[in-house]
């Protein structure tokens, strides 16, 4: 299983508690997060994850969650095979990518 995979099962995992216990696995953004998609105003990180992988690849190092001009947005944060950081905003509620930004070389956490 490849680092990716098991993030991802983690964050299923987690997705599910998140629905029986009103804990704050992840802080602020991830009460955010859960409340936006009871809400319908965004689509669970679950089935965001996998179009990022699909599109960029690399390490995903660092998720955020927050709202941007009135729209939910997952900032993803990976790192390529080459040491490149990139930031993927994504749009929480179609999935649709917004803006990518390269970031150059990856240095450490965040």
Do not use: C
């Not at 299983?1 to 987690?14: E, G, I, K, N, P």
């Not at 939910?72 to 509620?93: C, M, P, Q």
């Amino acid at each position: 299983m490849t680092r990716f995979h098991a993030w991802l099962l983690l964050l299923a995992l987690a997705g599910d508690l998140a629905r029986a216990t009103p804990a704050r696995a992840d802080g602020y953004d991830h009460e955010l997060a859960r409340r936006a998609v009871e809400a319908g105003e965004a689509k669970p990180l679950a089935e965001i994850l996998p179009l990022v992988r699909e599109r960029f690849g690399g390490e995903l190092v660092g998720i955020e969650f927050e709202r941007e001009g009135g729209v939910w947005i997952y900032e993803f944060k990976v790192v390529d095979t080459s040491g490149r950081k990139t930031e993927i905003y994504v749009n929480a509620l179609t999935g649709a990518v917004v803006q990518v930004k390269d970031k150059g070389r990856h240095r450490g956490k965040g």
